[in-house]
């Protein structure tokens, strides 16, 4: 069961205008730096202080998920995770659930009461949107019962209104 005092919403929009968020995360490559979908606006919307805040902290494994400040982005965090690379890092499902579930510990270690996610994994790294649907929506239930102090709020942020939908049927299931 999910704690009550979360709530849990999605939207579809642009991860880079979510300014009301505390944090948003970032579908990172190892290296951190700037890459295509996700990471690409992100890197643009924060600017070129991110770079240096990253290069310290990489290279990342899939599943492991860091902060830095949001610099240039309407946030105050960013939180980097590295999902897994859809046939290559294994196990995929293991190793997405630790990006969600890794990401979430850090709302409580940065008391980061509002957190946006994109749909990690399923752009470039083509993760199965619904696969990697059951799998979000499945770790974030778990983290909430874990945590004393989980976030006030969490959104998925879509592309499109057709993954919002077809997370949402998930999320309905769950
Ligand atoms: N806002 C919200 N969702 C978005 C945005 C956006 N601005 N842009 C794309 N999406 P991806 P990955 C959706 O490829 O699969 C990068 O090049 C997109 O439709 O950003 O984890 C990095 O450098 C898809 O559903 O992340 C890595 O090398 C989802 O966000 C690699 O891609 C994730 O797409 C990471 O691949």
């Known amino acids: 069961m ?5 709530r849990i919403e999605t939207v579809t929009g642009d991860i880079t205008r979510q300014d009301d968020l505390d ?18 606006a992100i890197h643009r919307a924060a600017g ?8 310290p902290l990489a290279p990342i494994s899939p599943g492991q998920a860091v902060v830095t400040p949001a610099f240039g982005m309407p946030n105050r965090w960013i939180i980097h995770c590295l999902g897994p690379r859809f046939g290559i890092d294994e196990p995929a499902d293991t190793l ?13 270690q940065y008391d980061i009461q509002s957190v946006g996610f994109p749909a990690l994994s399923t752009g470039a790294f083509g993760y199965p949107f619904r696969e990697a649907a ?11 019962e874990t945590l ?3 976030p006030r709020l969490i959104r998925f942020v879509f592309f499109s209104e057709v993954d919002q939908h077809a997370f949402d049927d998930v999320l309905r299931a769950g």
């Open 2 to 6: 999910v704690d009550d005092t979360t």
């Open 23 to 40: 944090a948003v995360v970032n579908a990172a490559n190892a290296q951190l730096m700037p890459g295509g979908g996700v990471a690409g």
């Open 48 to 55: 070129a202080e991110l770079m240096d805040a990253c290069r």
């Open 96 to 108: 997405l659930a630790d990006c969600y579930r890794n990401a979430l510990k850090l709302t409580a």
């Open 134 to 144: 059951v799998v979000a929506v499945q770790a974030v239930e778990d983290m909430l």
């Open 148 to 150: 004393s102090e989980p």
